[in-house]
């Protein structure tokens, strides 16, 4: 079955601490991967997304992550952790399609330390 | 001109009441979704809709979960007779066009609390 893991639940950075959140994906095929934001009484919103070609991606607020097939891994990385980016933050892929229906991983939430 | 809108925020229901939750989806995306958010988990597909047609209903968990978009616009998903397990965060999400390819902008969800 198609599925999304994110192995880690929680994690605590120091602010200006670079920060890497994994995410792996079980598909038959490689699908469409995206990173989405969730902050407390926000909506997800959509850092980055890889469809093809260069497999190093930039996003919005300062986020890149890297898409590596021989793993079946999309990492979020941030070079510098503002205190801003304490959120949950979620890891999905999309087999394409019509419908373009999510899946999701379970969530990690960052903790940013003053 | 905001973003996809969801109402009411919060909804507290007894076991085995009916609820209807409604999402305003942003004007002119033909692409409307709904998830369901558990306390602690990722969120989980349940429906999908192309204007007012019904594509894709396959994480609907059981027949008590039903979704509507009569004019292609605002949806409305209804549960009935609700069960504590159906107490989750529902988020609405809308398109501009049908592909995973296109954006899925996401409301802030509605709360479901079954006492």
Redesign the interface.
């Known amino acids: 079955a198609q599925s ?1 893991t ?1 192995p880690d639940i929680h994690i605590t950075v120091s602010e200006g601490a670079s920060l890497e959140l994994r995410c792996n994906y079980s598909y038959g095929a490689t699908p ?1 991967l995206f990173w ?1 934001v969730q902050s407390p ?6 850092l980055l ?1 890889y ?1 093809s070609g260069d497999t190093l991606v930039q996003g919005i607020k300062g986020f890149e992550a890297e898409f590596k097939r021989s793993q079946s891994s999309f990492n979020l990385r941030k070079p510098s952790v503002h205190w801003s980016d304490a959120a949950e933050y ?1 890891c ?1 892929a ?14 990690t939430t960052l903790q940013v330390k003053p | 001109g905001a973003g996809v809108s969801q109402s009411p925020r919060y909804k507290v229901a007894k076991r085995g009441q009916d609820v209807a939750l409604r999402c305003d989806p942003i004007s002119g995306h033909v692409s409307l979704f709904w998830y369901q958010q558990a306390l602690g988990q990722g969120p989980e597909f349940l429906t999908y809709f192309q204007n007012e047609a019904q594509l894709d209903k396959s994480g609907l968990p059981s027949d008590r979960f039903f979704a509507e978009r009569p004019e292609g616009s605002v949806s409305t998903l209804k549960i009935q007779r609700t069960q504590q397990e159906d107490s989750a965060v529902y988020l609405c999400a809308s398109s501009y066009r049908q592909g995973a390819y296109n954006e899925q902008f996401f409301g802030p969800g509605t709360r479901l609390t079954v006492l």
């Open positions: 999304v994110q469409y989405y009484g926000q909506g997800l919103q959509l997304k469809f979620f999905a999309s087999q394409g399609g019509n419908t373009g229906k999510l899946i999701f991983g379970q969530g």
